[in-house]
């Protein structure tokens, strides 16, 4: 059955940390919020299950106050459409969604950057995030031999998760170099207490830096795999690989909404506000910055959506504070060349239409490549193999078309005639 | 004791606590192989968030439901392609 919602003050696209700051600063501030989310519970993937048992003081806080003010949370809708100006479609597993707003905030996050390497299609190759998102939601992954590998300080978190739910975490394969490290370690110290305690949690577990993993094997399902460190190769038999190579915004929805995007992420004023009017954005999707940056930058957005631009200013130093962070952690986790010689010429880049590195490299841009070999129109849209092609060629998505995801076609239709 | 649901996967009977994914309920019953890729290719899934399509099942008749953001159900029926 179809839906129509209320028309709604402020819509929140996304319930993650960014989203759920801005939700609350707006209903806090009278407005009429809602919040649409794809996944079938709030908090994001950094939050994901912790509504009734909340893993940090912050996360309790921030699920509390969410309670505490008069929000309509919808969930498990993906927004796919904008039939006109000032609403968007959203499928759920009862029918489409209409759902009308005078603002939009996007907050749409980010996902894991996935680079191809032999053997990481194999099953139980997964990113870092993504084995983490398995477990907290009921994969039971005691006594597991696990290797998590990639880049960035989620392999620290997702690590250190595991090993509490039991895994036997057996390295943390990091490819920036120990010097790129030890200068983030000051400002990291700097920040908080947080990496004290992810440190206590992994003891024992060795922490490799300048190391990666050059493949995968195993006959249908991983078995093992080889790693590099200093020109040395050994192999690691495990039932995991957790591999992730940092964040990348999701901009999908803010393209198709015509929002300017710039350096891989949403382009927002200082009340967050994108190139559209009446449409702003926070959080990851306007580039990778970490928890307390989408927090301030959602309350930010939630406050200049509502109108109230002197209580968004007074924001504006704390959300400084944290961007010279996340500068800090970009600019140490960048990605060395040597990832991009890690294909193999039959080694699959797009995992949706198996297309192999080899068919792709003779192409100029990637709509070339998609015009001749599919790659990046299978299901996912580009969305894991586009920050693989981006890194190993450097080309970038051109447009987004709707809809912005796969929908069934009774949604299709309903966007169409609407 | 937390509260489960079962649900059978392959014809196979699995309980997971309340609140599960079937993404994870299906790498309990011990299958990996969640799909076959365009090529013949054992699949399974990658981001565990709804990106990568990889884990796509058949739930209660659908085809190319992602399973790692459905919910277990009780009496789901699930079946891979593996």
């Given at each position: 059955m179809d839906k129509v919602h209320p028309v709604c003050d402020v819509l929140v696209v996304g319930a993650g940390p960014a989203g759920l700051a801005a939700a609350w600063r707006a209903a806090a501030s009278g407005m009429r919020v809602s919040v649409v989310d794809d996944?079938?519970?709030?908090?994001?993937q950094i939050w994901r299950?912790?509504?009734?048992?909340?893993?940090s003081a912050e996360a309790q806080q921030w699920l509390e106050r969410i309670r505490t003010v008069d929000i309509q949370m919808i969930n498990g809708a993906r927004v796919f459409q904008q039939?006109?100006?000032r609403m968007l479609l959203a499928e759920t597993s009862e029918g489409v969604c209409e759902l009308k707003y005078q603002s939009l905030v996007l907050a749409t996050g980010a996902r894991e950057r996935f680079l191809p390497f032999?053997?990481?299609?194999?099953?139980?190759?997964?990113?870092?995030g993504g084995l983490q998102a398995l477990v907290k939601t009921g994969l039971p992954i005691e006594g597991k031999r696990v290797v998590v590998a990639g880049s960035g300080p989620l392999l620290l978190a997702v690590a250190a998760y595991l090993r509490r739910r039991?895994?036997?975490?057996l390295v943390i394969a990091e490819q920036a170099s120990s010097l790129q490290l030890a200068r983030f370690g000051i400002g990291l110290f700097s920040k908080s207490s947080q990496a004290f305690a992810l440190k206590r949690q992994l003891k024992g577990v060795p922490y490799r830096s300048g190391c990666w993993v050059v493949a995968a094997y195993g006959d249908?399902?991983?078995?093992r795999v080889t790693l590099v460190r200093g020109g040395k190769h050994w192999e690691v038999a495990c039932d995991y690989l957790a591999c992730g190579f940092h964040l990348l915004p999701n901009l999908e929805l803010a393209e198709l909404l015509a929002c300017a995007v710039g350096n891989g992420s949403v382009i927002v004023d200082e009340?967050?506000?994108?190139?559209?009017?009446?449409i702003y954005s926070a959080g990851?999707?306007?580039?990778?910055?970490g928890l307390e940056l989408s927090l301030v930058e959602g309350e930010i957005a939630g406050l200049a959506a509502a109108g109230k631009r002197d209580e968004a200013r007074n924001l504006f130093p704390i959300r400084e504070k944290h961007r010279k962070f996340a500068e800090l952690l970009n600019r140490t986790f960048a990605l060395r060349d040597?990832?991009?010689?890690?294909?193999?010429?039959?080694?699959?880049?797009?995992r949706c239409e198996d297309v192999t590195f080899e068919r792709l490299?003779?192409?100029?841009?990637w709509r070339a490549a998609k015009l001749q070999?599919?790659?990046?129109?299978?299901?996912?849209q580009g969305r894991v193999c586009g920050g693989a092609v981006e890194f190993l060629f450097g080309w970038r998505a051109e447009s987004v078309r709707p809809p912005a995801l796969p929908v069934r076609v009774e949604s299709l239709i309903r966007g169409v005639t609407e | 004791m937390p509260e489960t649901v079962t649900l059978v996967v392959n014809g196979v009977s699995v309980e997971m606590p309340v609140g599960s994914m079937v993404s994870a309920a299906i790498l309990k019953t011990g299958?990996?192989?969640f799909r076959r890729s365009a090529t013949g290719e054992t699949r399974g899934p990658l981001?565990?968030?709804?990106?990568?399509?990889?884990?796509?099942v058949v739930i209660d008749g659908e085809p190319h439901c992602r399973s790692c953001q459905t919910v277990c159900k009780d009496g789901m029926d699930v079946r891979t392609d593996g």
């Open positions: 996944n079938p519970a709030a908090g994001g299950g912790e509504q009734t048992k909340p893993s039939p006109e100006a032999p053997g990481w299609t194999l099953p139980n190759v997964m990113g870092a039991g895994a036997e975490v249908e399902k991983l078995e009340f967050q506000q994108t190139t559209v009017s009446q990851e999707a306007t580039g990778i910055g040597e990832l991009k010689h890690l294909v193999a010429p039959e080694t699959i880049v797009c490299r003779t192409h100029s841009s070999t599919r790659c990046g129109m299978g299901p996912c | 299958i990996y192989a981001c565990g968030m709804g990106i990568c399509f990889e884990c796509r």
